[in-house]
């Protein structure tokens, strides 16, 4: 150690220019390095949200269900398999019966077949089986991650398109042209518009010029229709203290044949009926399935999972993708939600509390010495720590993330032990009397073992951490090797590099 330190202490310059190129080409790194919330936490289990098509009943819904989960079952990893279609009494969360969530509950992977088999390989077969039951559509995700991105940003996967307007085809055609993008960006998946139109509705077209001849008016017509399909009250029964409407309609069976609603008599003034095909024309029609509002605007949604891929990268893409191949008419804007906006809202907090911490961590280093020079001397391990962080994460193949964000900011005050250890050893030997440059020398050799040990239990302590592979391990893996990673730069080139900049910095004024 003693041929660097003299080497560092000759080529001061060089050494302080070297770190702040490291430091530099690290920040550069950061620039390039993918973001994310929080890393997807592996719950064991999947969850899938089958799509049907708008208007579908709820008797060929459970059949269609009942098929999937039989192949489903047949996977060998797969446990059991249940899902929740429609809307319970307690409507908490209403769906239409076309919409099922399915939880497909996984077995311990010591069951497995193949124990090392990823999950996303898992979901990738579980996605072909899904793929050959006609007449649905799914996004996969886990269960707890499905309700809490529903909760958190009101839609169930990590990205969200929300498309606002006014006219409803407009905004389907845009969504249409949006989704088409999203599928073609590397990393996503499950990607869908959400289901706007589709569902089937009757449609009663009076023809006015016979209705004038038979004289009658649309009224006549409305109220006979609105009685055979949707019921009309023409009583009340009595039970106890209890009362209940009486209603008539047509069976269900009957409402449902369009030759018995074109045959419904509708009552002449003079007396006599006439059928309903005579006056007017019903046809079944593909209406809005939904039309859904957001801050006093119409607008649509298209929704996609990331997957192999971090999401900031993901939707930095797909927005350079939408603004180049989608023209948004006047009045028509676009917004990013999903997971993204926990994304953007923790980083914007992150903003605002590493620079406070960093203050902090100045005040009180300049408490503790009263040198403003000393203490940006100490301060400096923090850029050097910042460095083996991001290049620990680089290595990795480890995103950015708010968990290496509280990883950073712990760094930030063990990064500055290193420095308060060697400086303030040195400022004792020269107010001994020593020389500066031996001083520097003494310290720094006195002081490299506890620096060391300083060092190896800050970064010894979280390395069951970053390798650990149980439950919980997606979020403590970037903290650990935050930290891990900036240790080690922070303590190699503060033994090297602090001495260097005290040199220059006190060279001049212990000359005089």
């Known amino acids: 150690y003693e041929p660097l330190l003299r080497a560092a202490l000759r080529f001061r310059v060089a050494a302080v220019a070297g770190a702040a190129l490291l430091v530099a080409l690290a920040g550069g790194l950061a620039a390039r390095m993918g973001s994310e919330f929080i890393p997807s936490l592996d719950e064991g289990d999947v969850a899938l949200h089958a799509l049907r098509i708008p208007g579908t009943g709820i008797e060929q819904a ?14 060998p990893e797969v446990a059991r398999v249940f899902a929740k279609l429609g809307t319970a009494d307690i409507a908490t969360d209403p769906m239409p019966p076309s919409v099922a969530d399915t939880y497909v509950i996984l077995k311990d992977r010591a069951q497995w077949p193949d124990p090392r088999k990823p999950k996303d ?15 649905n559509n799914y996004e996969f995700t886990q269960p707890i991650e499905m309700r809490f991105n529903e909760l958190i940003s009101g839609v169930r996967a990590d990205v969200a398109v929300k498309v606002y307007g006014d006219d409803l085809p407009t905004l389907l055609a845009l969504g249409e042209d949006i989704e088409t993008v999203l599928a073609g960006v590397p990393g996503g998946a499950d990607v869908a518009l959400e289901q706007m139109t589709g569902l089937p509705m009757l449609t009663v077209e009076p023809r006015r ?12 017509v409305q109220d006979v229709v609105a009685t055979a399909i949707g019921g009309k009250a023409v009583g009340q029964v009595f039970q106890g203290d209890q009362r ?13 044949d369009p030759a018995t609603l074109e045959a419904l008599p509708v009552p002449l003034p003079g007396g006599g009926y006439v059928p309903l095909r005579e006056i007017a024309t019903a046809t079944v029609v593909q209406g809005p399935n939904a039309i859904n509002r957001e801050n006093g605007k119409r607008r649509a949604v298209v929704t996609a999972n990331v997957r192999g891929r971090d999401l900031g990268s993901f939707v930095a893409d797909a927005r350079e993708r939408i603004a180049e191949q989608i023209a948004l008419p006047a009045g028509y804007w676009l917004e990013y939600g999903g997971t993204f906006e926990q994304l953007i809202s923790g980083a914007e907090r992150l903003r605002l509390v590493v620079p406070i911490t960093l203050l902090l961590i100045f005040m009180l280093l300049y408490l503790a010495f009263r040198s403003f020079v000393d203490s940006l001397l100490i301060f400096s391990g923090v850029p050097l720590a910042l460095t083996g962080g991001v290049t620990a994460l680089w290595l990795r193949d480890i995103p950015l993330s708010i968990s290496a964000g509280v990883g950073f900011i712990a760094l930030s005050g063990v990064a500055v032990i290193n420095g308060i250890v060697l400086v303030s050893f040195i400022r004792n030997l020269l107010r001994e009397g020593q020389p500066l440059e031996d001083a520097i020398v003494t310290g720094a050799l006195t002081r490299l ?30 903290l650990a090797t935050v930290v891990i990673g900036g240790i080690v730069s922070s303590t190699l080139l503060t033994l090297l590099v602090l001495p260097a900049l005290y040199r220059l910095a006190h060279g001049r004024r212990h000359a005089r």
């Open 449 to 478: 073992r506890p620096v060391l040990m300083t060092a190896l239990v800050a970064s010894l302590g979280f390395v069951p951490m970053a390798f650990n592979t149980g439950v919980g391990a997606e979020v403590q893996r970037p």
């Open 121 to 135: 390989e898992l979901v990738r077969e579980l996605e072909a089986v899904a793929a050959r039951v006609p007449g």
């Open 244 to 256: 209940f409407d009486l209603v008539i309609r047509l069976p269900e069976a009957l409402r449902n």
């Open 209 to 220: 010029a016979v209705l004038a001849r038979y004289g009658l008016d649309v009224a006549d």
């Open 62 to 75: 459970i059949g269609m269900q009942f098929q999937l989960d039989e192949r489903f079952r047949g996977i």
